[in-house]
């Protein structure tokens, strides 16, 4: 589904999840961000949940939609619902077990 009113500006064309969505702000030579990367995929792979898309933003090539996040460091994560409403963000290289917390929590 498109990205809806209550969600900040994303790039043109993309598609949110229909159980949720994992939004990704990352930066070309951030190490953290290819790490976090993985561990979101893995994650999402594991938990075998349909619906579930991952949106990978690079945040210098897109800086207007970093700035409509708010987006202040690299890499940060943004949770939402099905009906694209954020439920939670981290910014960080985030633990494994926070991930899986924060994408429940989106799926509700």
Do not use: H, K, Y
């Not at 809806?4 to 999840?17: H, I, Q, W």
């Amino acid at each position: 589904m498109p990205a809806s009113r209550s969600t900040p500006a994303l790039p043109e064309g993309t598609v949110l999840g229909s159980s949720a969505t994992v939004v990704q702000f990352s930066s070309a030579f951030c190490q953290p961000c290819r790490a976090t990367r993985r561990t979101v995929r893995a994650v999402v792979d594991d938990m075998a949940t349909t619906g579930v898309a991952i949106i990978d933003v690079d945040a210098d090539e897109n800086l207007n939609v970093a700035r409509a996040w708010n987006i202040t460091a690299t890499p940060t994560l943004v949770f939402l619902d099905s009906d694209g409403c954020e439920v939670q963000r981290g910014s960080g290289q985030p633990r494994r077990v926070d991930v899986i917390a924060s994408l429940g929590r989106a799926i509700g």
